[in-house]
């Protein structure tokens, strides 16, 4: 199971940090992503990272803002963003799969219920 936490309301130009808790299995083996989808559109590439933490991805739109890392001593994975704009508003899920092709959905097997993102302009 994998829980979100940390969304919110923020102003244009804030921060905020996501995590992601894995419980009731191990996923430190796991490359973890982050994806968002807003209303009307479709999910998302936001983010993702290796199980050894050697490798990120990062989309263009958050690339300079978003910062994914893990901790696999705690089975939690974390996002900080910084510099929100509106259009980083969108529900934020976080993914657990494996290597090939991290930007791709169908690559996870493992999703959280995502946590709500609103940037206010």
């Known amino acids: 199971q994998l829980v979100e936490s940390g969304g919110g309301l923020v102003q244009t130009g804030g921060s905020l940090r996501l995590s992601c808790a894995a419980s009731g299995r191990t996923f430190t083996s796991y490359t973890m992503g982050w994806f968002r989808q807003a209303p009307g559109k479709e999910r998302e590439f936001v983010t993702s990272?290796?199980?050894?933490?050697?490798?990120?991805i990062y989309a263009d739109s958050v690339k300079g803002r978003f910062t994914i890392s893990r901790d696999n001593a705690k089975n939690t994975v974390y996002l900080q963003m910084n510099s929100l704009k509106p259009e980083d508003t969108a529900l934020y899920y976080c993914?657990?799969?494996?290597?090939?092709?991290?930007?791709?959905?169908?690559?996870?097997?493992?999703w959280g219920q995502g946590t709500q993102v609103t940037v206010s302009s």
């Open positions: 990272i290796t199980w050894s933490g050697s490798t990120t």
């Open positions: 993914a657990a799969g494996g290597t090939l092709l991290p930007t791709n959905p169908n690559n996870y097997a493992y």
